[in-house]
């Protein structure tokens, strides 16, 4: 037997969904969780929508479908499998999605105190993982491209400044790739890493796909970090909300790590979810190949004929700092050349055109290409950016409404990155952040900041107080304030912006903005 067919023969396997299938069939009385008795009392208007043998499918932990947080059955078989096919020592599903991942993560490596490196635009979830661990984040800027106004990546140079200024951090963390599909110097960084004997940790959420297809970029694993999370149901075919977690080396304690997910998972997971991992990894080590040179096609094609319609251009690899790569599935398109808005492009194309993006941005439009889409899907959009350039360019004839609008936007863009690049006053001590600072200042820990005495303000008088919220633009979810930051104006001018021309903004309690969480002033 050649090793191709020992290969296939040990990933044709999926022990979880067999097991789960057996469950759905057997006829039995049921007097356990879920109160719907599998679909028996589920409601009509439900069962309209999506059928109910389905929820035939909606177990509890049986004792034929093994238990999440102590597997010795089939899910840990499925696990092992996934394992194998990712190219990681030990692979854990996730059904609380890739943020409690991230969390787990960052609880398995860092107390109280202890310091991590991590990218200023990481995701809240890793936000979230610092209050609750009370690790202190030293925060190192990403590479910022000022024209297209796009945050990428961490470089190794910025990684190994913070170490020689913070030897005793406990971790490093970064986002491989972006959300716009850049991948920074994982294999650089993995090594820095490792020469102070501390992790790399990757938030790998949109790379799930690089490890079946030679020409995407190279998955983390490969280039040697140490803890990465996966959100299979972004770019492959899981259903939403699972993802995997995948370990290699000795630098992460595994059983703190199992802990530390026992912290933050549903101690009643879903098996669809579970089986769903289990489903897509078969697909992707039986044919993985195939379908990302089908969805590579697609995405080239795509871009090829976007990027020749007047008023638009399209991220590719010449745009990228050096030592970075592009994921070519992910695809960013520039619409202000249009004079348009990418919040105002995402509505017209979501109401009138028939097609959805990932996520709008100030000059952008990000749209995500997987083994899901299909030709019919790329013609679509292309059609409707086509139609975009024909019948909604703003030109010298637009309403001044129209002009005013574009003007203020100009306005916003050149300021609205303020409070990445340029320093801010703050009153209280600054003792946590790596230099050059980045900026706002951050007075206290997240931590600290969460728990602390608060009040709520009006937005006119948050200036240069100190945050007690996670606030940020959705999607992507990378906070512009989080807890222990203080506000500066134009930070608090950013946001404004983004909710005016349609962005929404999460985290906040009043989601008007209105008002703001602040710390109370230390008498």
């Not at 999506?50 to 093994?66: N, P, Y």
């Not at 959009?381 to 309403?399: G, I, K």
């Not at 309690?509 to 602040?518: G, Q, W, Y």
Request: proline content about 7%.
């Amino acid at each position: 037997m050649s090793v191709s067919e020992s290969w296939r023969d040990f990933q044709v396997q999926t022990p979880l969904l067999d097991a789960l299938r057996l469950c759905a069939n057997q006829r039995h009385a049921a007097f356990y969780t879920p109160g719907h008795k599998r679909g028996a009392g589920i409601a009509a208007s439900l069962a309209d929508l999506v059928g109910k043998s389905v929820f035939r499918a909606d177990l509890t932990e049986l004792a034929e479908l093994d238990t999440l947080f102590a597997p010795d059955g089939v899910i840990r078989a499925a696990q092992e499998l996934a394992a194998a096919a990712f190219g990681a020592q030990e692979t854990w599903f996730l059904v609380n999605g890739s943020t409690s991942g991230i969390i787990a993560a960052i609880l398995a490596t860092c107390g109280t105190g202890d310091k991590i490196i991590l990218p200023r635009n990481v995701h809240s979830s890793a936000i979230a993982a610092l209050i609750l661990s009370g690790a202190i984040p030293i925060f190192i800027l990403p590479e910022y491209d000022p024209i297209l106004d796009i945050a990428h990546s961490i470089t190794p140079a910025a990684v190994a400044d913070a170490l020689q200024q913070h030897p005793d951090a406990k971790a490093v963390m970064m986002v491989y790739p972006t959300y716009y599909g850049v991948c920074g110097d994982v294999g650089a960084i993995a090594r820095l890493a490792h020469q102070y004997n501390i992790p790399l940790l990757v938030d790998e959420a949109h790379g799930s796909h690089f490890a079946f297809h030679p020409e995407l970029p190279t998955s983390a694993l490969s280039a040697g970090a140490d803890l990465t999370v996966q959100s299979i149901h972004k770019t492959l075919a899981g259903m939403t909300q699972a993802s995997m977690l995948h370990v290699q080396g000795d630098r992460i304690d595994r059983n703190r790590l199992s802990k530390a997910l026992q912290l933050v998972q549903s101690t009643s997971p879903s098996y669809i979810l579970l089986a769903s991992l289990d489903a897509a990894r078969q697909q992707m080590a039986l044919h993985g190949e195939a379908l990302m040179t089908k969805t590579l096609q697609l995405a080239d094609a795509a871009r090829h004929q976007i990027q020749c319609i007047p008023g638009l251009s399209v991220l590719d690899s010449v745009q990228l700092p050096r030592c970075s790569t592009l994921d070519r599935t992910r695809l960013t398109v520039t619409v202000s050349g249009l004079g348009l808005t990418g919040f105002e492009v995402d509505d017209i194309f979501h109401q009138d055109l028939g097609v959805t993006a990932e996520f709008p941005s100030l000059q952008h439009l990000t749209f995500i290409i997987s083994l899901g889409n299909t030709e019919a899907d790329i013609q679509q959009l292309v059609q409707a950016f086509t139609t975009l350039a024909t019948e909604y360019q703003r030109n010298a004839d637009s309403p001044p409404g129209a002009g005013a609008r574009r003007r203020g936007f100009n306005e916003i863009f050149r300021g609205c990155t303020d409070w990445l690049v340029k320093p801010a006053p703050t009153v209280f001590p600054q003792h946590c952040w790596s230099n050059p600072p980045l900026q706002p200042p951050l007075s206290l820990s997240p931590r600290e900041a969460f728990f602390a005495p608060t009040e709520i303000l009006p937005i006119e008088q948050a200036e240069s107080r100190i945050c007690a919220e996670i606030i940020c633009p959705y999607p992507p979810g990378i906070p512009v304030l989080l807890p222990g930051e203080v506000m500066t104006k134009s930070a608090l001018d950013y946001l404004q912006q983004i909710q005016t021309m349609g962005g929404v903004i999460s985290g906040c309690a009043d989601a008007t903005l209105k008002t703001l969480k602040v710390l109370t002033l230390r008498q």
